[in-house]
């Protein structure tokens, strides 16, 4: 492969199948900007990755790199297959086939001769594998990138969008992708004030959100705990409609099972609703999963399974919620921050809990990326214009961050 080409873009598929894999898959590839899907499907039968990859438009299929299964490439039609070390040596790839490897040193890159590209991990800290941290010296790095007699190099572990550029000017002929390429993108302005419902029907619900929508909020959670699941369906598809009409996110709390059919944009998950990982196999990476946390450790393991995004609190004690976990204040989401930066993490947080308009502004300039709220809002006199009052901060703050 020629090191002139343009910057390779791949994205690495997620470990497990969902429905809609083959369309997100297809739009990657034809207007997503990547060149190349590694299908990574550790364990899987043979039997299931041929039904997954078949379904792929045989043109596009061409973009396709097998990390198993490699005697069936030729036979599937697929663009090639990716290599470890302990199958390079002894594999012999059918002619036509694109042949890449994975490499964790500089030295399995140069001894990488023949391949048309390395994958080289980890760059950045890793989130999906714990204890995943960059070993390679940087200098070193710097002098092999700056080389010409070395193979086409794709750096791959922590790689997002955001850092694309960094990867760019390090002097690396490509960028590989695993939750960044399938993650939903979160509107930073959107995200900046969430209504968290607390509704007694769902004439209540709806005038809850449309008193928010009123105000300019464009993000509404439906939270309804103990309400029956059709009572909640119903509520939620009508407060869909209100959301399209206003360019708004809806979020569910907790009924991962009602996100799809509701037309919702995700789920909220507390610490003892679904697990988040079992939430992402059901509705897959094409729709916003939030979780709560209330330590570190909390965060980690959300951001390892797969979240969107985490609710951090409370900030102080609260009526709206049983079972409070412990309070933070403002320095616990300065550390929560500090936390998330030193460890690799780049998910959002939106700060929760006993919030009112005179806590805003320190509270986003913690580096919280959002404020929930619920009371502040549905018991205003005024909800709309208590709405309109509480975004004023925010967005000085949004617009300050950015």
């Known amino acids: 492969m020629d090191k002139s080409k343009t910057f390779l873009r791949i994205a690495v598929t997620v470990p497990y199948f969902y429905e ?9 590839l034809s207007d997503g900007g990547f060149s190349y899907v590694h299908i990574r499907k550790p364990r899987c039968s043979a039997s299931e990755m041929e039904r997954l990859v078949l379904s792929v438009d045989p043109v596009l299929r061409k973009r396709l790199i097998l990390h198993d299964c490699h005697d069936m490439a030729a036979q599937w039609g697929v663009g090639g297959v990716q290599l470890n070390s302990r199958m390079a040596a002894g594999f012999r790839p059918a002619a036509g086939l694109i042949v890449t490897r994975s490499a964790h040193s500089l ?4 001894s990488s001769a023949g391949c048309d590209y390395v994958t080289l991990s980890p760059i950045f800290p890793s989130i999906s594998k714990p204890g ?6 940087r200098r070193e790095l710097a002098g092999y990138l700056a080389g010409g007699d070395r193979p086409v190099t794709v750096a791959l572990g922590g790689v997002t969008y955001d850092n694309e550029a960094t990867l760019r000017a390090m002097g690396f002929d490509g960028a590989a992708m695993l939750a960044d390429a399938w993650r939903c993108h979160i509107d930073p302005l959107k995200f900046g ?8 029907s769902v004439s209540d619900a709806t005038r809850q959100a449309v008193a928010a929508l009123d105000g300019g909020c464009r993000w509404i959670q439906l939270r309804w705990k103990d309400a029956p699941e059709e009572v909640v ?3 939620a598809i009508e407060i869909r409609r209100l959301c399209d009409a206003a360019d708004a996110v809806l979020i569910l709390d907790d009924h991962v099972q009602l996100v799809k059919c509701t037309g919702a944009d995700g789920v909220h998950l ?3 609703d679904m697990p988040v990982d079992e939430a992402r196999r059901i509705i897959g990476p094409g729709y916003i999963i939030g979780a709560t946390a209330n330590t570190h450790a909390d965060i980690l393991a959300a951001a390892r399974a797969g979240a969107d995004y985490i609710g951090f609190g409370p900030f102080r004690f609260t009526t709206t919620k049983k079972n409070l976990s412990p309070v933070l204040g403002l320095d616990g989401y300065r550390a929560a921050v500090a ?4 460890a690799g993490i780049t998910l959002p947080i939106v700060a929760i809990g006993g919030i009112t308009l005179a806590d805003i502004e320190d509270i986003m300039h913690t580096g919280a990326g959002g404020i929930a709220m619920s009371g502040a809002i549905n018991n205003a006199a005024d909800p709309a214009e208590a709405t309109r009052q509480i975004l004023k901060p925010i967005k000085k703050a949004l617009i300050w961050k950015n």
């Open 20 to 28: 809609g894999e083959v369309r997100d898959i297809a739009s990657r």
């Open 107 to 110: 030295e399995e890159c140069l």
């Open 132 to 137: 995943y941290l960059p070993s390679i010296d």
């Open 193 to 200: 004030l969430q209504l968290i419902t607390d509704p007694v």
């Open 233 to 235: 369906a119903e509520a």
């Open 270 to 272: 507390g610490r003892n």
């Open 339 to 342: 936390y998330c930066r030193e």
